[in-house]
């Protein structure tokens, strides 16, 4: 068996899990964009997973001949056998972030256990959940089954349509295994907002406020220029998630993160922008962040619940 940990985790870490062997190819693609932001561990029953990424804990469950054809139920016996091993990870971790597929196999029964003993811990529990293509009959039936599990063990879980993906990947030229870019926008997004003193500033409570509503969450991330708000309000729609309406989110987290050139004034006028669409008795939040190298460039990251 192939497992690493790292000893320099340090209390109150931000933790990126990537379950599975496309929930690591999105954590792996995300952490090489975040620096020393976040903490990275992979799970995996296919030790290809963990290649060329050395920087990351990673835990190898199951015999190491067996890597497909896994039913979820085995994949989540294999995990709990390291729960000594997770749970030391937890109890330092404030924000656990996880990136799985659904469908069976690995992401259908190791991601739960995962975020039922990260939550247990006490660790505020995000999950990035791919949803089977539209033709993968099986597979969507066995994403049917272990989702409604896998969102009780979270604090929220972000659906993301693999077909939407995909085709919206061809046109950016970006394959959709490795998320496309939307993945990685989405976690760097959620980590950014805990990591970085802001403008206007942004911590942990105020995160669980927001996921603390009954139903549904997601994250929209927008870019642009400073300049033009609508633009980067319609960029953030562009997204492969599932179909979701949000007029009727119970409450909004929203942090802006900009260049030296963007004025307060341009951040209350894109924060504006974002929340015109909104039911006037939603409790937002909303953060802001300088990064020098931006310029007058903007990235928005709204993370909606209550849907």
């Given at each position: 068996?192939m497992?690493?940990?790292?000893?320099?985790?340090?209390d109150?870490?931000?933790?990126?899990?990537?379950?599975g062997?496309?929930?690591?190819?999105w954590?792996?693609?995300?952490?090489?964009?975040?620096?020393?932001?976040?903490?990275?561990?992979l799970?995996?029953?296919?030790?290809?997973?963990?290649?060329?990424?050395?920087?990351?804990?990673?835990?190898?469950?199951?015999?190491?001949?067996?890597?497909?054809?896994?039913m979820?139920?085995?994949s989540?016996?294999?995990?709990?056998e390291?729960?000594?091993?997770?749970?030391?990870?937890?109890?330092?971790?404030?924000?656990?972030?996880?990136?799985?597929?659904?469908?069976?196999g690995?992401?259908?029964?190791?991601s739960?256990?995962?975020?039922?003993?990260?939550?247990?811990s006490?660790?505020?529990?995000?999950?990035?959940?791919?949803?089977?293509?539209?033709?993968?009959?099986?597979?969507?039936?066995?994403?049917?089954?272990?989702?409604?599990?896998?969102?009780?063990?979270?604090?929220?879980?972000?659906?993301?349509?693999?077909?939407?993906?995909?085709?919206?990947?061809?046109?950016?030229?970006?394959?959709?295994?490795?998320?496309?870019?939307?993945?990685?926008?989405?976690?760097?997004?959620?980590?950014?907002t805990?990591?970085?003193?802001?403008?206007?500033?942004?911590?942990?409570?105020?995160?669980?406020?927001?996921?603390?509503?009954?139903?549904?969450?997601?994250?929209?991330?927008?870019?642009?220029?400073?300049?033009?708000?609508?633009?980067?309000?319609?960029?953030?729609?562009?997204?492969?998630?599932?179909r979701?309406d949000?007029?009727?989110?119970?409450?909004?987290?929203?942090?802006?993160?900009?260049?030296s050139?963007?004025?307060?004034?341009?951040?209350?006028?894109?924060?504006?922008?974002?929340?015109?669409?909104?039911h006037?008795?939603?409790?937002?939040?909303?953060?802001?962040?300088?990064?020098?190298?931006?310029?007058?460039?903007?990235?928005?990251?709204?993370?909606?619940?209550?849907?």
């Open positions: 068996m497992t690493r940990i790292s000893e320099q985790m340090h109150g870490a931000l933790l990126l899990v990537g379950v062997g496309i929930g690591c190819r954590a792996k693609k995300a952490h090489s964009d975040l620096e020393n932001a976040a903490d990275l561990l799970v995996d029953s296919d030790s290809s997973s963990f290649e060329e990424y050395p920087n990351a804990s990673t835990i190898h469950i199951g015999p190491n001949e067996v890597n497909h054809g896994i979820p139920e085995l989540a016996s294999w995990t709990s390291f729960a000594h091993v997770f749970s030391k990870m937890f109890e330092r971790a404030e924000l656990v972030l996880i990136s799985t597929v659904l469908g069976g690995v992401g259908g029964g190791a739960i256990w995962i975020a039922e003993q990260a939550r247990s006490g660790a505020l529990v995000v999950t990035i959940s791919g949803l089977p293509f539209e033709d993968q009959v099986s597979r969507m039936r066995w994403a049917r089954l272990s989702r409604p599990r896998l969102e009780s063990a979270s604090h929220a879980t972000i659906g993301i349509s693999l077909s939407s993906l995909a085709q919206r990947s061809m046109k950016r030229g970006i394959s959709w295994e490795d998320g496309g870019g939307w993945v990685s926008s989405l976690i760097g997004g959620i980590i950014r805990q990591a970085r003193m802001g403008v206007i500033n942004l911590d942990l409570m105020d995160l669980r406020t927001i996921l603390a509503q009954a139903g549904r969450s997601t994250v929209l991330v927008g870019e642009g220029m400073a300049v033009d708000a609508d633009r980067i309000f319609r960029s953030a729609f562009d997204a492969p998630l599932e979701i949000i007029a009727n989110a119970a409450a909004c987290l929203l942090h802006i993160e900009g260049g050139a963007v004025s307060l004034r341009d951040f209350d006028h894109i924060a504006e922008s974002f929340t015109k669409g909104l006037e008795n939603c409790n937002v939040i909303y953060g802001a962040s300088i990064d020098r190298e931006m310029a007058g460039e903007v990235r928005v990251i709204a993370v909606l619940s209550g849907l």
